[in-house]
């Protein structure tokens, strides 16, 4: 049977919240117990680069976040479980795609513009504390992707342009050496990922401080949740579940019954003290166990390193290693003695390959939804701003399966500057589309 590979990076900063575990950690680990399913998870460790520079820091994070992941069910028996440093292949791709990658379209990476716009602000030079890591970000997790053909990549909408890169990337490698050397993968989007509340009923979020730690002690965890804001509602006063701080927590954790009986009790006027109770028990009843696997892990870094290193290997020599012999062929790293396909043509004579087409949705600063379709660094057609993200990526989908022409996207569209141009980028892509599908 084949297996959709699904590939899942984890950002080493830090424990994890009730937050990363409901919207990221949980639903990650259950995609990937399907049967038609191969599921690649790394440590991002070079990644963290970019903004860590404390090697104690950087250590302690790698050991947190994988500690967190086995603790919460990951198996590593049924799933590639490894850390981006212990794959040299990717650092090696990494200088592959580099020498492919478009430098304006590295210009436009959401990261660098965000930093240049401070510098702007500030009345700073444009790269100013910019740091070619950061001005890389997008071909290191290119490589990420495209050393393992991953098919899909779930990440949050503010992640989308990176996927869009990955694939340009990869086409652009695709068509320069001739070949369909990677898969060109597909962001995945799920908008119905767990958002929660924190203790000050705002987005549970490191940079609010209001976080609720996944493995805090008992204790502790029982001290938070009472700290958890609520109104001045007396017990016997009717509370409206919806909304509700406490109620989002209980819901992403009971079972649909328990829910509808929390619910139940505090519209009947349940006081704000026992539904704090009855939060904590229930979460605590269910965090109990992966704590005490997590504790047991952090006490034995060795435990976790073999894990590591385990998978690494194996990983290494069942796709890292036999896809750098092809792309090194490919490109012309290889021994003096091997035996070249005789050439066609002279360089000279020799035409560059044709870049496909890409459609990219990415999100303005001033909060709109565009879309644009794109060939090489020229812009082939741009729209007008949507206030819905989802309006504007059902555009996307029409678009790369060809099910939209020049004269439907006139009326969402800025003005065309070469409608004969924009026909051809569509049919081109709408191909290119129908090809990847059919792999």
Known sequence: MTRTRILTGITTSGTPHLGNYAGAIRPAIESGKAADVESFYFL?????????????????????????????????????????????????????????????????????????????EEGLDADAGVTAGLFMYPVLMAADILIFDAQRVPVGRDQIQHIEMARDFGQRFNHTYGGEYFVLPEAQIDDSVATLPGLDGRKMSKSYRNTIPLFAPSAELRKLIAGIVTDTRMPGEPKDPEGNALFELYSAFATAEQSAAFAHALRGGLGWGDAKTQLFELLDQQIAPMRERYDALIADPAQIEAILLDNAQRLRETYAIPKLRELRSAIGIRPLTAVAAPATSTEAEREPAEVAPIVKQYRESDGSFRFKLTQSDTVLLQSVGFANPKEAGAWVAQIRTGAVDVAELQAVVEPIADESALQAGLSALAAAWALAQAH
């Open 44 to 120: 991002a460790d070079y990644h963290a680069l970019i903004k860590a520079q404390d090697p104690a820091l950087v250590q302690r994070s790698t050991l947190e976040i994988a500690a967190a992941w086995l603790a919460c069910g990951l198996d590593p028996r049924r799933t590639w479980f490894y850390r981006q440093s212990d794959i040299p292949e990717i650092p090696e791709l990494t200088w592959f795609l580099t020498c492919v990658a478009g430098k304006g379209l590295l210009n436009r990476a959401h990261a660098y513009k965000a930093a240049n716009d401070r510098n702007a």
